[in-house]
């Protein structure tokens, strides 16, 4: 099977051959498919299914059909979130209100964690989930991503743009480096709050699991053990095609 994440900015794909789960190729979009994209699978031998999720622009995963079409007469599977799912229940009243991602990594966190966890999926927009040991899901919030929270406050200020990323030092000694710092330190803070918040809950001490493109950047900001699982949302995937 060929497994792919249509996201809001980046697309994840893979191959999944019996219980294995091939390497994860991660493509910026831009609202089409990408070249890269179509010269990868140019390549590959033809894919018995094409399962697919979609949480970006529709349009992303027209066009994507369209190419699985016409390279292996194939059109892609498109999952939908499930209110029930083995023991896994989600919060919301409406299920279609729960990104597919995120119940995606739900899923997979669910299938390989016997005890709480709480997910963070740090992408155009950070994503938090709260799955108790059982399956009930207890929701979650949703905050602006890194670039996304940056971005939003120096259009509204005349701070000046910084590229470099802050270290680890608590707070930063300059303006540019304060906003950079303070949207990693904005969204760990919320991790750890959460985190204990679960905590509380389970009556034990959950598992953290950051996922998403920008999972690697936070690490510095954490302070609280962490598993780092980059591709949570297509073992998910590979889960559910699979059942």
Do not use: C
């Not at 179509?38 to 066009?63: F, I, Q, T």
């Not at 598992?207 to 962490?226: K, N, S, Y």
């Amino acid at each position: 099977m060929l497994l792919l994440d249509i996201g809001n900015t980046n697309l994840r794909w893979a191959i999944q051959d019996g219980a294995r789960l091939g390497e994860v190729r991660i493509l910026r979009h831009g609202g089409a498919v990408p070249l890269d994209l179509l010269a990868d699978w140019e390549r590959l031998d033809p894919p018995r299914r094409v399962v697919a999720s979609n949480v970006g622009d529709a349009a992303v995963a027209v066009a994507i059909a369209r190419v699985t079409h016409a390279y292996w007469d194939i059109a892609p599977e498109l999952v939908k979130t499930r209110s029930v799912y083995g023991d896994l229940r989600v919060a919301y009243a409406d299920p279609t209100r729960l990104g597919v991602d995120r119940w995606l990594a739900l899923v997979a966190a669910h299938r390989s964690i016997d005890t709480a966890v709480l997910i963070v999926d740090a992408g155009t927009a950070v994503t938090f989930d709260l799955l108790l040991a059982d399956g009930r899901h207890l929701g979650g919030l949703i905050l602006p991503g890194v670039e996304m929270m940056r971005t939003s406050l120096l259009a509204g200020t005349q701070i000046p743009r910084i590229d470099a990323e802050p270290t680890d030092e608590a707070w930063a000694t300059d303006t540019g480096r304060a906003v950079a710092a303070g949207s990693l330190q904005g969204i760990a803070a919320l991790t750890s709050r959460l985190f204990d918040r679960l905590a509380v809950e389970a009556g034990a001490t959950p598992r953290l699991v950051l996922t998403g493109g920008d999972a690697e950047r936070l690490i510095p900001a954490m302070d609280r053990p962490f598993d780092l699982i980059p591709d949570l949302v297509l073992r998910g995937l590979a889960e559910v095609a699979g059942s």
